[in-house]
């Protein structure tokens, strides 16, 4: 493992003054767009050479519209990022509408309160042609519809943007390791409800690979499994499959943990991080989403 294979998370939120340390994830911040700027010009010093930006924005509604609107706060975060680090870092974004949707889902409801997952597509585009325009590198589709990569990648060549890269979350479990993130992106499901219709059964370890064959079929330039460590067996299946790179997020849940088990001194921390980010180089993965990036980057030297 090396800086070369880590992508940082990095949260923007809209109506904060200062950065704010979200209490489930010990050391990570929700960010202005002005402290995402500077935080990612440490990033590039650090040779840590991709961020996924995720938006947090003050206002949701039934279609989640602040996701494509040009001064969302991922467009506006984009922008500032590129205006900051030129091509030195990677610039990608998380392309879904959870974040902007009153219902916590991550695609619009029809009149029985279900998924809807062709109007969700049609709206996903909208997005894409959002964050191209507003210079990213790379989308990252986090949705799980069904056709979300070949509608985006038909969207994005349709208005000229055929060098932006498509990131496709393939293999996206519906896991109980997600909740740290909720709170860093203020994201509760109405109704107690769940995303098990459209997320993978963690059982099923056959439909990975159809999902992920499926996203390069429609154009994906990477395919990600998600969560990483509990699903080591996953991303070594692609990487034997597929000629694409593989990328695996480390989530929220298995950063915490270590975070909390360190903190009680059950565990020596740095030492765990690096173990588990190995491993997960090992089983196959190209690319390493993770909140340790900026903290193993300096282990690493």
């Known amino acids: 493992m090396s800086v070369d294979d880590l992508i940082t998370p990095i949260f923007v939120r809209e109506g904060i003054a200062s950065p704010v340390e979200i209490p489930s994830l010990p050391g990570v911040y929700q960010h202005t ?5 500077e935080f990612c010009k440490q990033l590039a010093d650090l040779g840590i050479p991709g961020t996924i930006i995720f938006g947090v924005p003050e206002t949701k509604d039934e279609t989640g519209s602040e996701a494509w609107n040009p001064k969302g706060i991922v467009q506006v975060a984009i922008s500032a990022i590129k205006s900051a680090v030129g091509d030195g870092l990677v610039v990608m974004a998380d392309l879904c509408l959870d974040e902007y949707l009153s219902s916590g889902h991550c695609g619009v409801l029809n009149s029985f309160g279900n998924v809807d997952n062709d109007a969700t597509l049609e709206l ?3 997005v894409a042609i959002a964050q191209a325009n507003a210079g990213v590198d790379l989308v990252g589709p986090s949705g799980m519809m069904d056709g979300q990569v070949g509608a985006i990648r038909s969207a994005l060549d349709g ?6 890269g498509i990131m496709a979350y393939s293999a996206k479990y519906a896991s109980a390791l997600y909740g740290p993130f909720r709170d860093a992106v203020d994201v509760r499901i109405a ?11 963690y059982h099923n370890a056959k439909e990975a690979l159809s ?5 390069i079929d429609q154009g994906a330039d990477i395919v990600m499994v998600k969560p990483a460590m509990t699903y080591l067996d996953i991303v070594s299946l692609a ?4 000629t694409v790179p593989v990328a695996a ?3 929220s849940g298995e950063y915490a943990m270590i975070k909390a088990a360190a903190a009680n001194g059950w565990i020596d921390g740095d030492a765990v991080a690096v173990e588990q980010l190995t491993a997960i180089k090992r089983a196959g993965a190209s690319m390493i989403l993770t909140y340790f990036a900026p903290f193993i980057s300096k282990l690493l030297g």
């Open 211 to 215: 999902e992920i064959l499926a996203d």
């Open 249 to 251: 997020y480390h989530v």
């Open 239 to 242: 990487d034997r499959n597929v």
């Open 124 to 126: 996903y585009a909208k």
């Open 191 to 201: 109704d107690g409800g769940n995303r098990s219709t459209y997320q993978q059964d």
């Open 33 to 37: 767009v002005g402290s995402a700027a």
């Open 159 to 164: 208005v000229g943007y055929d060098n932006v």
